[in-house]
């Protein structure tokens, strides 16, 4: 039997919350941390933890609850807490949505997209939050599958872009294993009253009315440069502000600065999963195994073997992302099979592909039990909204 550690990579997470008073509302305060890894959102409200580079998913975790700590214990002299939970509270009006200000010279290019946020999309949807999961191979491992001997960083660019096409076609498996956000309240589409509800989507972020550009933006993954070429031309005609702006479910990204001049200077460096929601049964708002999970499929999905990723292949893509964030998925349908059945298609091919590694067989079960109602959805749905509500103030 083998292990797995042959896979080890270097793991990172991003993690969106909102900062809310002891009433459950926004909190109307200035941001009030110094650490760097406690960082501003879109909103001064918005608290985003960025763990750095840790060489397991474990010692990421630690981090995470490290800096989470170091946050609350913050946020309890000034009588707040953390929202946890991908859905924002109520909010009355969007005055209590203070865009984020950042005071340098150096980041008034911050402030500047996000007011262009504010005008194109409105500051309510900006307070989706959620969880990015940043992850890359380790090099070396890299190199043993380097056969041919070509230049190694061009390997390596390839590699991630066929990974990214892979992992975007198969988004929609995460989305219906991960979904935690059943119950909104109602004023985050109609301005009434305060009121728990539950929702029609498992996953209102993930779902069509959640984080997407107006339209479906065709990639061309056949090199970086042409990578970076398409995602510019979007930028040259203004239907994006930035690469910022290109809101699907996973990004490739360089060392160091995230830009498209280092990402086509410097090559692809890792690549991060960006459609995780906070579970607020959590107490960090997600598993280790479901990153665990993650891993092994990045792992899978870069065996596979490569495609031509058409701009129909792309918006199918779009389409079953959103369609698995559906609360009620009995219609939902991916490559014309009932949603639950292809999921344990998957999960049963992958289990295969893993037979001699029990750590994986282990993680894959887990995942297999969530198809019989155990996806997190399914049981926050079942809490009463008093519950719910309870759960995430606490």
């Not at 150096?106 to 309510?124: D, F, I, P, T």
């Amino acid at each position: 039997m083998k292990n797995y550690q042959q896979f080890e990579g270097l793991f990172g997470l991003e993690r969106e919350t909102l900062r809310v008073d002891a009433d459950g509302h926004l909190a109307q305060t200035p941001h009030p941390f110094k650490n760097g890894c406690l960082e501003r959102d879109f909103c001064e409200n918005q608290l985003e933890i960025i763990t750095p580079p840790c060489h397991s998913i474990a010692d990421m975790l630690d981090s995470l609850s490290g800096l989470d700590k170091e946050a609350r214990t913050c946020l309890k002299n000034q009588q707040e807490t953390l929202w946890l939970f991908s859905n924002p509270p109520h909010v009355e009006n969007e005055d209590e949505i203070p865009v984020a200000y950042f005071h340098e010279d150096s980041r008034a290019g911050k402030n500047r997209y996000r007011q262009y946020l504010e005008q194109k999309y409105g500051k309510r949807k900006m307070l989706f939050s959620g969880i990015h999961f940043n992850f890359s191979f380790l090099d070396a491992y890299l190199q043993t599958l380097n056969q041919k001997q070509t230049d190694f960083q061009e390997f390596k660019n390839l590699f991630y872009l066929k990974l990214a096409k892979q992992v975007l076609s198969y988004s929609w498996l995460l989305v219906l294993l991960t979904a935690a956000s059943p119950v909104s309240d109602i004023t985050l589409s109609h301005h009434r009253i305060a009121s728990a509800a539950l929702s029609d989507y498992a996953s209102e972020r993930s779902s069509r009315k959640g984080y997407w550009n107006a339209f479906v933006p065709h990639l061309n993954y056949a090199s970086v440069s042409e990578y970076v070429e398409s995602i510019q031309a979007y930028i040259k005609e203004g239907l994006l502000y930035s690469a910022a702006e290109l809101y699907l479910p996973v990004r490739l990204k360089p060392k160091g600065e995230n830009s498209l001049e280092s990402l086509e200077r410097n090559g692809i460096n890792h690549i991060e999963l960006r459609m995780f929601d906070l579970n607020p049964l959590e107490p960090l708002g997600i598993s280790q195994k479901d990153l665990e999970f993650a891993h092994v499929l990045l792992i899978y999905l870069s065996q596979q073997a490569d495609f031509e990723f058409t701009p129909e292949l792309q918006e199918q893509a779009v389409r079953n992302h959103q369609a698995a964030a559906s609360l009620q998925i009995q219609n939902v349908l991916i490559q014309g099979r009932p949603i639950l059945t292809q999921a344990q298609n998957v999960l049963s091919d992958m289990s295969r592909a893993f037979a001699e590694y029990p750590d994986i067989l282990k993680i894959l079960d887990y995942q297999k039990q969530k198809l019989d109602g155990h996806r997190p959805s399914e049981q926050i749905q079942h809490l009463k909204c008093e519950e719910f509500l309870n759960l995430l103030v606490s």
